[in-house]
């Protein structure tokens, strides 16, 4: 009951998914916050993904719309934990993407505890283009991940299909091999990988006690 599973387009294979409710459009809040509604700049969130890990002490889960896979739990409320007058929106930058990479992570946990081989991480979407981002979870994933060339991946299935239908090519798999090229791989960094997975091991932590205490439902009866 923690990931879901559906049949594949391809007969005999199967799709098992994590949702996650809210990963980018973290972001996309975060700069309505803090940034007059305009994009983050490329050079600030670069330097967001350089950052320490750990932001200086502050965490954040992403549960801005509910908190989907692993934990199921619609009561969940997006939260930063730790801040203080210390802090800068850099810090928070930072936490935003640690928070919904090490959501990833605790789905990545999942399908290896099934048995499941994470062979390869392939980041899609509008986000895979901030590089540090990239490297921060190579980082705290402790495998590569790689960029496409054609980000955005609804789009490129939604393609491969069509090619496949229309007999360009013989199978799906076939059109995918095809279609589908990696732009860059990130290799994880030895040192920054051991401070992540403290980190990892913290946010963990801190959302099992917030999960124990029912915290979450007591905010959602207040309303």
């Given at each position: 009951?923690?990931?879901?599973?559906c049949?594949?387009?391809?007969?005999?294979?199967?799709?098992?998914?994590?949702?996650?409710?809210?990963?980018?459009?973290?972001?996309?809040?975060a700069?309505?916050?803090?940034?007059?509604?305009?994009?983050?700049?490329?050079?600030?969130?670069?330097?967001?993904?350089?950052?320490?890990?750990?932001?200086?002490?502050?965490?954040?889960?992403?549960?801005?719309?509910?908190?989907?896979?692993?934990?199921?739990?619609?009561?969940?409320?997006?939260?930063?934990?730790?801040?203080?007058?210390?802090?800068?929106r850099?810090?928070?930058?930072?936490?935003?993407?640690a928070?919904v990479?090490?959501?990833?992570?605790?789905?990545?946990?999942?399908?290896?505890?099934?048995?499941?081989?994470v062979?390869?991480?392939?980041?899609?979407?509008?986000?895979s283009?901030?590089?540090?981002w990239?490297?921060?979870?190579?980082?705290?994933?402790?495998?590569?991940?790689?960029?496409?060339?054609?980000?955005?991946?609804?789009?490129?299935g939604?393609?491969?299909?069509?090619?496949?239908g229309?007999l360009?090519?013989?199978?799906?798999?076939?059109?995918?091999?095809?279609?589908?090229?990696?732009?860059?791989?990130?290799?994880?960094?030895?040192?920054?990988?051991?401070?992540?997975?403290?980190?990892?091991?913290?946010?963990?932590?801190?959302?099992?006690?917030?999960?124990?205490?029912?915290?979450?439902?007591?905010?959602?009866?207040?309303?």
């Amino acid at each position: 009951m923690r990931v879901t599973c559906c049949a594949h387009a391809v007969p005999g294979k199967w799709n098992v998914e994590g949702l996650q409710s809210a990963a980018c459009v973290c972001l996309e809040w975060a700069a309505k916050l803090m940034n007059g509604g305009r994009r983050f700049p490329a050079s600030f969130l670069a330097e967001a993904g350089r950052a320490h890990p750990g932001a200086n002490g502050v965490l954040f889960y992403p549960y801005l719309t509910g908190d989907s896979a692993p934990h199921w739990n619609r009561d969940a409320k997006g939260m930063f934990l730790g801040l203080t007058l210390a802090h800068t929106r850099l810090d928070m930058v930072s936490a935003i993407m640690a928070g919904v990479s090490m959501q990833t992570r605790e789905i990545l946990d999942v399908f290896t505890s099934l048995g499941l081989p994470v062979r390869d991480v392939r980041l899609t979407g509008g986000c895979s283009g901030i590089e540090e981002w990239s490297r921060m979870q190579a980082n705290l994933y402790g495998r590569p991940v790689s960029v496409l060339e054609t980000p955005q991946a609804s789009i490129m299935g939604a393609a491969i299909l069509a090619a496949t239908g229309l007999l360009a090519f013989p199978s799906v798999p076939a059109a995918a091999r095809h279609m589908v090229r990696l732009r860059e791989t990130y290799a994880p960094d030895a040192d920054r990988t051991a401070q992540y997975q403290a980190l990892y091991r913290r946010y963990c932590g801190v959302r099992e006690r917030f999960d124990n205490s029912s915290l979450f439902g007591l905010i959602a009866a207040r309303r």
